[in-house]
């Protein structure tokens, strides 16, 4: 079975430090990988997706990839207050039109 | 320029009726989903679609019924509904399939049954 594992949180963390956001996966066919931002009463928010071993930025996020240890992370620097929301860590598998894999997401709170 | 809309935003209604939930993108995707997520936050796939074929049924209950009209839109009938089917339905689309297309969602439908 797939599975995503996040810790649900919350993870305060204070304006401007850096927030590490984790996840971790049991389905080692998983070909690439998905960080979504999600405030409350609101759709997932595509952030960025990885498919390589690796970090790969983007503006203040990086995401890194290590399929041999089945982890995957996100990096938010110099965090701001609206960067609090809940951010999903999802994984897809292939074989088709397939779904994403979610984990139950990880709620940061960045305090001011 | 909404990409991926979906009508309504909120549904009220009774346990035993029948309802339907639409979605459309104008993104030009040929691959389009339904999602469930419960009141624990956990977002699940249901179905998805490519060019108006159905490739994944997650073990959902026959009470729910996808139906793709055309490749830009996805409708989901629920029947005989029960108290558990209380969530947000998500509708997303891709480019298409593999694993380079990120899905994109739309704003969500809230179902509550009474």
């Known amino acids: 079975q797939k599975e995503v594992e996040q810790n649900s949180g919350p993870l305060s963390v204070p304006e401007g430090a850096i927030a590490s956001l984790n996840c971790t996966y049991s389905?080692?066919?998983?070909?690439?990988f998905f960080w979504y931002r999600q405030y409350s009463g609101k759709s997932p928010e595509l952030i960025m997706f990885?498919?390589?071993?690796g970090d790969k930025e983007d503006g203040r996020f990086t995401a890194q990839l290590n399929k041999a240890s089945q982890y995957v992370s996100l990096l938010i620097r110099d965090s701001q207050p609206s960067d609090s929301a809940t951010y999903l860590c999802a994984s897809y598998s292939g074989g088709g039109a397939d779904g994403l894999t979610f984990g139950k997401g990880t709620h940061l709170i960045i305090q001011p | 320029d909404t990409a991926v809309s979906q009508t309504p935003k909120y549904l009220v209604t009774q346990m035993g009726n029948d309802k339907s939930i639409k979605c459309e993108q104008n993104?030009?995707?040929?691959?389009m989903y339904w999602y469930k997520q419960d009141s624990k936050k956990f977002l699940k796939i249901m179905f998805s679609y490519n060019n108006k074929e159905l490739i994944i049924n997650e073990t959902v209950p026959n009470r729910f019924s996808p139906k793709s009209p055309d490749k830009a839109h996805l409708n989901l009938h629920i029947n005989s509904l029960e108290l558990g089917d209380s969530a947000v339905y998500f509708c997303?689309?891709?480019?298409?399939?593999?694993?380079?297309?990120?899905?994109?969602f739309g704003d969500g439908t809230r179902l509550s049954i009474l």
């Open positions: 993104l030009g995707h040929d691959t």
């Open positions: 997303a689309s891709s480019l298409g399939t593999g694993w380079t297309q990120p899905q994109h």
């Open positions: 990885i498919y390589s071993n």
């Open positions: 389905d080692r066919g998983s070909q690439s």
